[in-house]
């Protein structure tokens, strides 16, 4: 009899590693898809950035051509 209570506890706790390591699994699933989809969108936000980064550069280099460095009017108290 010492046997077979012996044979049960072991299925018993079998049974348990199975379940836990199957909601492991799922969880780790999850966990991958979520990493995943992270990393697309931290690599569209860093192309986004890119492309701002692009615009302020040409908007700063376009300014600089256009306008004087220094212009008499800054100078100006704002109520003349």
Do not use: C, F, K
């Not at 989809?37 to 700063?60: A, F, P, Y």
């Not at 280099?61 to 306008?67: G, L």
């Amino acid at each position: 009899m010492p046997i077979d209570s012996s044979l049960g506890e072991v299925v018993d706790r079998l049974t348990e590693v199975e379940s836990r390591l199957a909601h492991q699994e799922d969880w780790l699933e999850l966990l991958d898809r979520t990493l995943v989809d992270q990393q697309r969108h931290i690599e569209r936000l860093e192309r986004q950035l890119l492309i701002l980064n692009q615009r302020v550069e040409n908007t700063r280099t376009s300014q600089d051509d256009d306008a004087p460095s220094w212009r008499p009017e800054d100078d100006v108290p704002p109520h003349y």
